[in-house]
């Protein structure tokens, strides 16, 4: 729904307000009714209640696979957990979710190296492994 202001909130189908009208821009992240937002120019990521579940200084959103979220700072991604922690750091071109735990991250490598400069890893929450495997990214 947006507002004549041009604010958006978001109503269920019962007609209930699901999050009120005073956001910038909403973006659904993931099925358990978290939503990407962005209110006075910040972007955060809040609960069905509205309630602001991170605010992590990122500039965007991009999925949320079991309880992390991949997101971008400074120009490099990462995944961060529900409670804020960085799981992966903000180091990569690119992550994107693979299974279970794991998730595929590119990072820029010395340049004359496999003609793009480009290795593909695959991360575990805690360690990482190098699998020509998934170099599909």
Not at 5 to 33: C, F, P
Not at 54 to 66: A, K, P, S
Not at 78 to 99: L, P, Q, W
């Amino acid at each position: 729904v947006k507002k004549a202001d041009g604010k958006y909130g978001i109503i269920g189908l019962d007609k209930s307000v699901v999050l009120s009208e005073k956001y910038d821009e909403i973006k659904r992240v993931t099925r358990n009714n978290y939503y990407a937002v962005v209110e006075e120019g910040k972007l955060e990521i809040v609960d069905k209640k509205g309630d602001v579940i991170l605010d992590n200084g990122f500039e965007q959103v991009i999925d949320m696979q079991t309880d992390k979220f991949v997101v971008v700072k400074s120009g490099k991604y990462a995944v961060i957990s529900e409670k804020g922690t960085e799981v992966i750091k903000a180091n990569y071109e690119d992550i994107k979710y693979a299974f279970s735990n794991y998730y595929i991250a590119v990072y820029p490598l010395y340049r004359h190296w496999y003609g793009g400069g480009k290795y593909p890893h695959v991360y575990g929450y805690d360690h990482v492994a190098s699998s020509t495997d998934f170099y599909a990214l």
